[in-house]
Nanobody
Framework: QVQLVESGGGLVQAGGSLRLSCAAS????????MGWFRQAPGKEREFVGV????????YYLDSVKGRFTISRDAATNTLYLQMNSLKPEDTAVYYC?????????????????WGQGTQVTVAS
């Protein structure tokens, strides 16, 4: 059974940085796509970015390009989201997710496994 556990959230001032981690277990993730999503109160879950676990190529939401970076450590099965130049509008619960099959990578409904989420709050 695949398990995803996020950590690293917290409270940060605008302009600051945080690094989120997602510890993945239960199988090898070669061939998976691993995504980050976020959900603010009263809003739908939003795609942030995705990485192809094997190839390492990434794709991001336009509003986070140049500020957020997704990476992974295959040796430890850990996914990362480095967030720089944070803005109050980045405040949300952040989730990591694993996609097994070839489906649209920006849609939450495409993903097979989800973590429990970690809160990120950016104060102005």
């Amino acid at each position: 059974q695949v398990q995803l556990v996020e950590s690293g959230g917290g409270l940060v001032q605008a302009g600051g940085s945080l690094r989120l981690s997602c510890a993945a277990s239960g199988r090898t993730f070669s061939g998976y796509a691993m995504g980050w999503f976020r959900q603010a109160p009263g809003k739908e879950r939003e795609f942030v970015g995705v990485i192809n676990w094997s190839a390492g190529n990434t794709y991001y939401l336009d509003s986070v390009k140049g500020r957020f970076t997704i990476s992974r450590d295959a040796a430890t099965n850990t996914l990362y989201l480095q967030m720089n130049s944070l803005k109050p509008e980045d405040t949300a619960v952040y989730y990591c997710a694993a996609l097994v099959y070839a489906r649209p990578q920006s849609l939450p409904s495409s993903y097979d496994y989800w973590g429990q989420g970690t809160q990120v709050t950016v104060a102005s």
